[in-house]
């Protein structure tokens, strides 16, 4: 048997690099599925309503937690915003990541990343306002957490600012990989509470209060959980990066796929689509 034939018939070597850009892409590619069925859901439920009916059409969305409220126009203003700009947070964001939109449409790109930075941390401002003037979600440990949230947004848009003006490319973009978890987190967050209810059926969940065991570890799961991974999967990139510590990422992101398309699904079918 010539090395021809040897080579063809013997198995290959586990390729741990390459295991792990194709695990990190197919996480990618589900998760900008699911950013496009929520900016489905967002333009299709809260735009019409603001278009028609101004701040007014708030009072429409029953169940916006911080909705219209007689007199509070400062309020209702963060709301409105926190809401509109929330379709170029969740539909810019997966576009600002993609190689070839960075490659073959850079105006584009540039374009877009201004307006996704500025929109979030607008987002972020109007969401930490009405955090701590209306108490609209769960309790005290859920306005901390989602402040926390709100905080780091702020930082890392900061960063990946300072770092493209600066001429810092490498830098800049893994600041905005950062920022993209961040302000991606009231999306994981329905996801993940989706995908465990389903799986669970919703234990340590307290639908009517939103508080429990599990909302409680998710307050701060929704962003610390992707914000990990994302700093293991710079490590994994490293040339020193030894095979172990690849393929534990690997295994653990092929878990947390999993777990993403289930709850991507629960979310469509249970929250999104009968809303529309």
């Known amino acids: 048997m010539n090395d021809a034939v040897l080579s063809t018939t013997l198995p290959r070597p586990f390729d741990a690099r390459r295991a792990v850009n194709?695990?990190?892409?197919?996480?990618?590619?589900?998760?900008?599925?699911?950013h496009a069925l929520f900016l489905f859901?967002?333009?299709?439920?809260?735009?019409?309503?603001?278009?028609?009916?101004?701040?007014?059409?708030?009072?429409?969305?029953?169940?916006l937690p911080a909705g219209f409220r007689e007199g509070d126009t400062l309020g209702n203003l963060a709301a409105v915003a926190h809401v509109l700009l929330a379709a170029i947070v969740i539909g810019g964001g997966p576009l600002q990541?993609?190689?070839?939109?960075?490659?073959?449409?850079?105006?584009?790109?540039?374009?877009l990343g201004r307006s996704y930075l500025m929109a979030a941390v607008i987002g972020s401002v109007g969401?930490?306002?009405?955090?701590?003037?209306?108490?609209?979600?769960?309790?005290?440990?859920?306005?901390?957490?989602?402040?926390?949230?709100?905080?780091?947004?702020?930082?890392?848009?900061?960063?990946a600012l300072r770092n493209v003006l600066a001429g810092r490319i490498v830098a800049h973009r893994r600041w905005a990989m950062r920022l993209f978890m961040a302000a991606s987190a009231v999306w994981f967050l329905r996801v993940a509470l989706m995908g465990w209810a389903t799986l669970t059926g919703g234990w340590g969940i307290d639908w009517?209060?939103?508080t429990g065991p599990f909302v409680y570890a998710l307050g701060v799961g929704q962003y610390l959980v992707p914000l990990a991974m994302l700093e293991w999967y710079f490590i994994c990139k490293r040339r020193e990066a030894g095979p172990l510590v690849q393929a534990a990422f690997v295994s653990t992101m092929v878990l947390l796929t999993v777990f993403m398309a289930i709850g991507i699904f629960a979310a469509t079918m249970g929250m999104w689509l009968p809303r529309i």
């Open 208 to 210: 009517e209060t939103f």
């Open 127 to 159: 969401g930490l306002y009405m955090i701590w003037t209306r108490h609209s979600l769960g309790n005290l440990w859920s306005q901390v957490t989602i402040s926390i949230d709100g905080v780091l947004i702020l930082v890392f848009a900061f960063q």
């Open 41 to 63: 859901y967002i333009l299709a439920v809260f735009y019409p309503p603001i278009a028609q009916s101004g701040l007014s059409g708030l009072q429409s969305l029953e169940h």
């Open 97 to 111: 990541l993609i190689p070839a939109v960075r490659k073959h449409a850079p105006t584009f790109h540039r374009w």
């Open 22 to 34: 194709l695990a990190v892409t197919s996480w990618f590619v589900i998760a900008a599925l699911g």
